[in-house]
């Protein structure tokens, strides 16, 4: 499938380029970096430029099933990210992305594989899978 050549060339890519960072100390704290660096440009997108809006309130649980209870809850989010927004979150996310490969190559674990699996598990537990 063209999409797991996707993942496993990006993984390779990966190993090829990662220099300076190749400790898994490194990697470790360079994703938890990058993961702050996600979360800050999410909020510099509300805070700073108003793109977007964060209106958080109480979810409501209190349904009869989990269905009932998934179409009422609310991401908080008012608004669309602006191009530049946009752009800056995907970066972020990239820069996150390309660690979590870095750490799989220390680890010699397969992105690929991960996700199948991550996406079996959801695709059979549905709903119930993040409880």
């Not at 909020?43 to 349904?63: L, R």
């Not at 979590?100 to 674990?109: E, F, H, M, Q, T």
């Amino acid at each position: 499938m063209i999409k797991d050549l996707i993942s496993d060339d990006f993984q390779e890519k990966v190993s090829e380029v990662v220099i300076r960072h190749k400790s898994i100390l490194d990697i470790i704290t360079k994703l938890d970096e990058s993961n702050s660096r996600i979360n800050r440009a999410v909020i510099k997108s509300a805070t700073s430029c108003g793109c977007i809006s964060i209106n958080a309130c109480k979810q409501d649980y209190n349904k009869g099933t989990l269905s009932e209870a998934k179409e009422c809850l609310k991401t908080h989010i008012e608004g669309s990210l602006c191009e530049v927004c946009k752009e800056k979150i995907e970066g972020e996310i990239g820069n996150h992305i390309f660690y979590i490969a870095s750490l799989c190559n220390s680890l010699d674990l397969n992105l690929y594989d991960i996700i199948l699996k991550e996406y079996k598990k959801l695709d059979t537990l549905g709903i119930y899978s993040l409880l």
